[in-house]
């Protein structure tokens, strides 16, 4: 078996340059899932990846690999100390896969579309697309000044979630263009009304504005309603990741009966 160990091995240098350059995941359109875990779901999925590196021996890969080579897929064994260069993780599984852009289409008639609007998090943004996808979301909106979806820290936050929800980057007047038909929610702290009290039955947008400066100027200069959480008195405020699950399955409550 060939072993990898240079650092100039063009396979090697594209996963570092995926893992650290937003601009060139964009510009290949492919992005680096690392860990046992997400590989093997986003192959479950149905998605194949360019080549899969990994570390031989007894590492938590180990079974995985197997699999992935018999399903015809490109296995490369590197050495250990260029696993850890080409990994964003302390503790590395000794596996990572560069995989396609997910590409997911939004319904024709969605029932719910959230927007994440200026996070800056990339772990908040991970666990919202988690979220989505579990409560099967029609579609995840981001805003201008949101952090990269194909960030290292939101794809393991996400487990697997970018390839089971569409992820879509829009501008405001993007977004008012495509579902003008939809009512649409900014959740706000001061909001007229509570968020058990909104008709979620209806095709909706809700809005979770950035934890700093909650939605933008952009998001409210259109018809809106502000949608509140309850909190005890002396709250500041909700983490986004939270706010919007609470919105979301709430708003499932509605329509799942």
Not at 137 to 154: A, E, F, I, Q, R
Not at 157 to 176: T, Y
Not at 231 to 242: F, I, K, P, T
Request: proline residues 8%; aromatic residues 6%.
């Amino acid at each position: 078996m060939s072993i990898i160990s240079s650092p100039q091995n063009e396979r090697v240098k594209l996963v570092r340059l995926l893992l650290r350059q937003s601009k060139t995941r964009r510009q290949t359109q492919r992005l680096v899932l690392e860990g046992v875990r997400l590989v093997r779901d986003a192959v479950l999925a149905g998605v194949k990846p360019d080549f899969v590196c990994y570390t031989p021996g007894d590492t938590p890969a180990a079974d995985l690999i197997p699999q992935l080579s018999e399903a015809g897929i490109t296995c490369l064994a590197v050495a250990g100390e260029l696993m850890r260069d080409m990994t964003d993780t302390e503790t590395p599984q000794g596996v990572v896969g560069v995989f396609p852009w997910p590409d997911l289409p939004v319904p024709a008639q969605p029932d719910l579309i959230v927007v994440a609007d200026g996070w800056r998090d990339p772990g908040n943004l991970g666990t919202l697309l988690r979220t989505a996808a579990a409560a099967g979301v029609s579609g995840v909106v981001l805003t201008p000044g949101t952090v990269d979806p194909t960030n290292p820290k939101t794809l393991r936050a996400g487990m697997g979630a970018h390839f089971r929800v569409p992820v879509l980057s829009l501008s405001w007047s993007e977004i008012h263009e495509r579902f003008a038909r939809m009512p649409l929610y900014l959740a706000d702290a001061a909001g007229e009304i509570a968020y058990d009290a909104v008709n979620w039955r209806q095709p909706s947008i809700v809005v979770i504005g950035g934890e700093a400066h909650g939605p933008q100027d952009a998001a409210r200069d259109l018809p809106h309603t502000l949608v509140r959480i309850p909190m005890v008195s002396g709250a500041e405020s909700l983490n986004a990741a939270v706010a919007a699950s609470l919105l979301i399955y709430e708003a499932r409550r509605h329509t799942w009966g």
